[in-house]
């Protein structure tokens, strides 16, 4: 029933033709969002009930400081690969893909390896300056971790490039907490020591990196000779502002969590790290939609189809927010009840979670902005966007988290989505003609 609904909506907010297979898609990748959210929600109550509020906060922190390895460490190459797999889809596969493929591969093998050395010789040095001792010994597990996550991250890209939803979704939200719940929850069954913890989970990194390139190998690749191969350093030249944006992302995102750990406990950490994580599911839809709009709207620039683009990314804004209303009520007023689920010692996050829902919201009524830059040619500028906000982002920690605590962390991640969305759709507006922002009870001009 709520499928016919939405495909009704979006025949009446903008073209039909457009939106089948935006809808279709965005809807099976919003049932998998959905089915992943549950997946972490239930790791996050897993590791809470078998191993304590504390070593939630250990495992947070450990893992954001491995994934803000895992991410710099990728080199952008995951938007590299969506954007030469569908610009070559619509433009007749003139690219050789299995030779772009190939040598991110091997890019990705060696940057993998050299990360993963890097953490593991500062591991050590990274928990005496947290004056965390547990860092020591969980950061070495993690480091050989960065190949298997970086490789994921290859295959998702590909796959979102080719609009292969269902399986790209499984990639990008599904397969990691599936399998850690199977390999964590296995391994507690053999020892209850915590620290085990993060050995199961990197078993369940490599099984997970194996199945992606199941996934992708059964799609196959265009390499007919006569294709167009592509350099390492001209594949690099694509990746690198995406890269440099992806790492100012990376920072922005998980900055509170970083500033935190200097002056907060663990346990604080387990509450600001559940509200968060509950906050990001107002921006489901979003992340749905743009999980297929993507390649739609790197179609319909290179097209030089401009009108088409403004339906597309305005309708889309407003099923965006109109979906998000929903999850951002049920959280405002029952978000008491729905912590305690966890644990009841993490209410104390309640406000917290208040700053961040405003914050995720005010990023779905912007809607798909980024995407619109980083596939419009405009990824050099989001480049310069996401440094300015992560800046921003940093100095508000460094002043508020002091202060303020957990309440701190979430100003700033608010005043940082606020900032990065607005400068956003500022420079959307004056490339294109037109900001995707959603304004209640606005029609869509066309023309």
């Given at each position: 029933m ?13 073209r ?17 969002r959905?089915?992943s ?10 590791l809470?009930?078998?191993?304590g509020?504390e070593?939630?906060?250990k495992?947070?922190?450990s893992i ?6 895992q991410?710099?460490s990728?080199?952008g190459?995951k938007?590299?690969m ?5 610009s ?29 050395l ?9 928990s005496i300056?947290?004056e965390?001792a ?14 298997a996550?970086n490789l994921?991250?290859l295959?998702t890209?590909?796959?979102r ?8 979704s ?7 907490p599936?399998?850690s ?10 020892t209850?020591?915590f620290?085990?913890v993060?050995g ?9 990196c194996?199945v992606?390139?199941?996934l ?9 000779s006569?294709?167009q191969k ?5 594949i ?15 920072l922005?995102?998980?900055?509170d969590i ?14 600001y790290?559940l ?5 990001k599911?107002?921006?489901l ?5 743009n999980?297929?709009?993507a390649?739609?709207f ?8 401009y009108l088409?683009l403004?339906?597309l ?8 927010v ?13 978000s ?7 644990d009841?010692q ?8 208040y700053f961040?829902?405003?914050g ?19 990824h050099?500028?989001?480049m ?8 921003m ?15 701190g ?10 900032l990065?969305?607005?400068m956003?759709?500022y ?6 003609g ?8 606005q029609?869509?001009?066309t023309?």
């Open positions: 709520l499928r016919k609904a939405l495909k009704k909506a979006m025949v009446f907010l903008g039909k033709d457009d939106w089948s297979e935006v809808i279709s898609k965005s809807f099976l990748n919003f049932t998998i959905i089915g959210k549950g997946l972490n929600y239930i790791l996050v109550f897993m809470i009930r078998l191993h509020v070593s939630f906060g495992w947070t922190f954001t400081i491995f994934l803000i390895f991410l710099i990728n080199l190459l938007a590299a969506i954007r030469y797999f569908a070559s889809n619509d433009q007749n596969g003139s690219i050789n893909l299995k030779d772009v493929y190939l040598k991110s591969l091997k890019l990705l093998i060696a940057s993998g390896v050299i990360f993963g890097i953490l593991y010789f500062s591991s050590t040095k990274i300056e947290y965390k547990y860092l020591s010994e969980s950061l070495k597990y993690l480091a050989f971790g960065f190949i996550l994921v991250d295959n890209g590909v796959l490039g080719l609009r292969k939803i269902g399986k790209q499984f990639l990008e939200s599904t397969g990691n599936l399998f719940i199977l390999f964590i929850g296995i391994g507690y069954t053999f209850k020591d620290s085990s993060f199961f989970y990197l078993i369940a990194l490599y099984v997970f194996l992606s390139f199941i992708v190998f059964s799609e196959g690749f265009k390499s007919e006569h294709h592509v350099s390492s350093m001209k690099l030249s694509v990746s690198f502002p995406m890269f440099f944006t992806t790492s100012t992302s990376v922005d995102r998980w900055a970083m500033i935190l750990g200097f002056f907060c406990s663990d346990t604080q950490l387990a509450g790290s509200v968060s994580r509950l906050s599911i107002v921006s839809p979003l992340n749905s939609v999980s297929i709009s390649s739609k790197r179609a319909k620039y290179v097209e030089n189809r088409e403004k339906m990314s305005k309708s889309a804004t407003k099923v965006i109109l979906t998000s209303i929903i999850p951002l009520l049920i959280l405002c007023l029952f008491e009840y729905v912590i305690s689920v966890f009841r993490l209410v104390f996050a309640i406000s917290a979670l961040l829902l405003a995720q919201f005010f990023n779905v009524i912007t809607g798909s902005v980024s995407q619109l830059l980083n596939m419009t040619d405009g050099v500028r989001l310069w966007i996401s440094l300015i906000s992560t800046t982002n940093l100095g508000l920690n460094l002043l508020l988290v002091p202060l303020y605590g957990i309440n962390a979430a100003i700033a991640t608010l005043s940082s989505l606020v990065n969305n607005l956003s759709t420079i959307v507006y004056k490339r294109l037109f900001a995707p922002i959603y304004i209640p009870f029609k869509v001009k023309n």
